[in-house]
């Protein structure tokens, strides 16, 4: 099973300064057709998880261009140019390039 | 528009078996590549991924609960059913459905239903 792990865990934030989290899998995620099955959701706080970015650095339909993933292979960071108030909740990265697994996790709040 | 609702019992004794039903509207599950998964997130922790079933109803299943899980589609009726058996304490989640691609990720998610197991 590949293992995703995320860091930080925790990440307080000031309203208008940058954020970025960090995911690493086990294993590779770059699929031989040339894209990283890697995937970021948020999950505000009582709500569902919503897709942000797709195939590594892919924006989801309606998502803000201050969301922008990156990263190939094991490495890739979810970056976040100018927080805003609404961005607060859980962050998770998940690998779909065997079967599916989730990191832990980063909970972003606002300091 | 697309939507997703989970259904089933609050509350399930252990030992007992678990049924789960997602019904969804806005798309089919008969249109290539589509995808249907079960994701469960216990109290205050994180996601896991649980079960999928693809349009050309191809199943898979978590490794670490494959042998306690069945997933399965009526298209007729827009919905995927998840059953667990043999539910322990430790099983206490919300259960949600997702819409997915061959791509891997997952677009629609319904609210999700919490599942408490006790005596």
Redesign the interface.
Known sequence: EIVMTQSPLSLPVTPGEPASISCRSSESLLHRNGNNYLDWYLQKPGQSPQLLIYMGSNRASGVPDRFSGSGSGTDFTLKITRVEAEDVGVYYCMQAQQLITFGQGTRLEIK | QVTLRESGPALVKPTQTLTLTCTFSGFSLTTPAMRM?W?RQPPGK????LA?IDWDDQK?Y???LKTRLTISKDTSKNQVVLTMTNLAPMDTATY?CAR?YD?????S????TLVTVSS
Do not use: K, P, T
């Open positions: 998964s994701i994180a996601l896991e991924w999928r898979f978590s490794r670490s949600y997915g791509s891997g990720q997952f677009d998610w319904g609210r999700g």
